[in-house]
């Protein structure tokens, strides 16, 4: 069965980065987008972009750009979200979702929260 | 950027009743490229509805998709316990992908 297992929560200060991934099983990797949404606290979701998982080509949507950095390692089927030069504004829960179809989302990792906090 | 507003914010329902959450878009969303997902609360999101109809795997067929153009609704038959949760839209017609704001059904 198709699986998106992420990495555990992490509590980070401003300045710092983090890597967030999200390990995909149960299909073929490279056949499916993988899409990254943010969760803000109480708040609703807000996707961030893409990751075109056979180019390895990427797209950011507007407010994503700059400090935000998705990658792909195919031999482990892993994705990841990096965020450098962290700000208190960062904190939520970062999703991965597989795409499907034209651009809806069918499976979703269990979710991340990255707290920043000095 | 199309801008999607869902109504009600909350529903508040018995079990057994019918629930009806309407989603709209600010421009018409081409080829009824519109979602739904469900989200319990600390859970992550399950993807319910996609091109406004279609039910997603394993998604019973209390729950339904209409609509087209710039208006969508989500309705769930017999409210169960377990349906309790915040339903979001999602569009997926044009680049950026936005969801709506949410609607929180919650079961009396």
């Known amino acids: 069965q198709v699986q998106l297992v992420q990495s555990g929560s992490e509590l980070t200060k401003p300045g710092a980065s983090v890597k967030v991934s999200c390990k995909a099983s149960?299909?073929?990797?490279?056949?499916?987008?993988m899409n990254w949404v943010r969760q803000a606290p109480g708040q609703g979701l807000e996707w961030m972009g893409w990751i075109n998982t056979n180019t390895g080509n990427p797209t950011y949507a507007q407010g994503f750009t700059g400090r935000y950095v998705f990658s792909l390692d195919t031999s482990v089927t892993t994705a990841y979200l990096q965020i450098s030069s962290l700000k208190a504004e960062d904190t939520a829960v970062y999703y991965c979702?597989?795409?499907?179809?034209?651009?809806?989302?069918?499976?979703w990792g269990q979710g991340t929260p990255v707290t920043v906090s000095s | 950027e199309i801008v999607l507003t869902q109504s009600p914010g909350t529903l508040s329902l018995s079990p057994g009743e019918r629930a009806t959450l309407s989603c709209r878009a600010s421009?018409?969303?081409?080829?009824?490229?519109l979602a739904w997902y469900q989200q319990r609360p600390g859970q992550a999101p399950r993807l319910l509805i996609y091109d406004a109809s279609s039910r997603a795997t394993g998604i019973p067929d209390r729950f339904s998709g209409s609509g087209s153009g710039t208006d969508f609704t989500l309705t769930i038959n017999r409210l169960e316990p377990e349906d309790l949760g915040v339903y979001y839209c999602q569009q997926y017609s044009s680049s950026p992908r936005t969801f709506g704001q949410g609607t929180k059904v919650e079961i009396k």
């Open positions: 979702a597989r795409g499907h179809g034209y651009g809806d989302f069918d499976y």
């Open positions: 149960g299909y073929t990797f490279t056949t499916h987008a």
């Open positions: 421009q018409r969303i081409s080829s009824t490229y």
